[in-house]
T-cell receptor, first 114, second 117 residues
C-alpha cells in the first residue's frame, strides 16, 4: 500500500459528458501528479499540482483540468468526454515535486466512455 | 520529444532463470531514472531509482539496474527470478523541467514478465 487512494474505482460515462475523479495523497505530500494509462501503454503525464497551483502540464487539451486542496486531496476533471478518454487514470503524490523524489501511486480509476 | 523505449513487450522465464529487461531513453540532458513494478491487482510501486552517484543501483527484492549514460540505457536485471516476480515492469525517466515541472515522469510501454514455476 502506498497511502494514496482514488475514487471511484470504475466509472462508465457517455461521450460528451463530464467526469470528476478524486485522489487522496499521502499526508504531508504537497505534490500530486495525474497520469493517463491507455490499454497496453505506460502512464502518460497529464499535469502536476504543487501547493494548489498547477506546476506543469503534459500534452493534454484544456478540457483536462484539476484542483488540489489543502487537505491533500485533489481532483481531475475532464469535460466533453471522447471515446479515446477511456483509460486508467492514476494519481501519484510526492513530498515536494522534485526530480529525484519517489512518486507514490494510487490504484487508479478505470474510466470507460461509450 | 523525450521518450522511453522498452524492448520487450512480454518475457516468459522459468524460475531461477536470469532476467534482463532493456530500457532506453531519448533525452540529452540530466535525467533521473526509475523502474516501477505493478504486481497483479496492486498499485504501481518503486523498484529502484538512479539520480546520481554509482551507476549500478540496487533495489528491492534482489533487482538491480545499471545506468549507462553513453548508451542512454537503464537496464533492469535479476540473477534468479521467482514465480512471485510475475508482474509488469515500467521504466520511467524524469527529464528535468519537462512539461514545466521537475517531478513528472515519462514512462515506457511496460514489459510483462511471466515466471513459470
Amino acid at each position: 500500500e502506498t497511502g494514496v487512494t482514488q475514487s471511484p474505482t470504475h466509472l462508465i460515462k457517455t461521450r460528451g459528458q463530464q467526469v470528476t475523479l478524486r485522489c487522496s495523497s499521502q499526508s504531508g505530500h504537497n505534490t500530486v501528479s495525474w497520469y493517463q494509462q491507455a490499454l497496453g501503454q505506460g502512464p502518460q503525464f497529464i499535469f502536476q499540482y504543487y501547493r494548489e497551483e498547477e506546476n506543469g502540464r503534459g500534452n493534454f487539451p484544456p478540457r483536462f483540468s484539476g484542483l488540489q486542496f489543502p487537505n491533500y486531496s485533489s481532483e481531475l476533471n475532464v469535460n466533453a468526454l471522447e471515446l479515446d478518454d477511456s483509460a486508467l487514470y492514476l494519481c501519484a503524490s510526492s513530498p515536494g515535486g522534485l526530480a529525484e523524489e519517489t512518486q507514490y501511486f494510487g490504484p487508479g480509476t478505470r474510466l470507460l466512455v461509450l | 520529444a523525450q521518450s522511453v523505449s522498452q524492448h520487450n513487450h512480454h518475457v516468459i522465464l522459468s524460475e531461477a532463470a536470469s532476467l534482463e529487461l532493456g530500457c532506453n531513453y531519448s533525452y540529452g540532458g540530466t535525467v533521473n531514472l526509475f523502474w516501477y513494478v505493478q504486481y497483479p491487482g496492486q498499485h504501481l510501486q518503486l523498484l529502484l531509482k538512479y539520480f546520481s552517484g554509482d551507476p549500478l543501483v540496487k533495489g528491492i527484492k534482489g533487482f538491480e539496474a545499471e545506468f549507462i549514460k553513453s548508451k542512454f540505457s537503464f537496464n533492469l536485471r535479476k540473477p534468479s527470478v521467482q514465480w512471485s516476480d510475475t508482474a509488469e515492469y515500467f521504466c520511467a525517466v524524469n527529464a528535468f523541467n519537462y512539461g514545466g515541472s521537475q517531478g513528472n515522469l515519462i514512462f515506457g510501454k511496460g514489459t510483462k514478465l511471466s515466471v513459470k514455476p
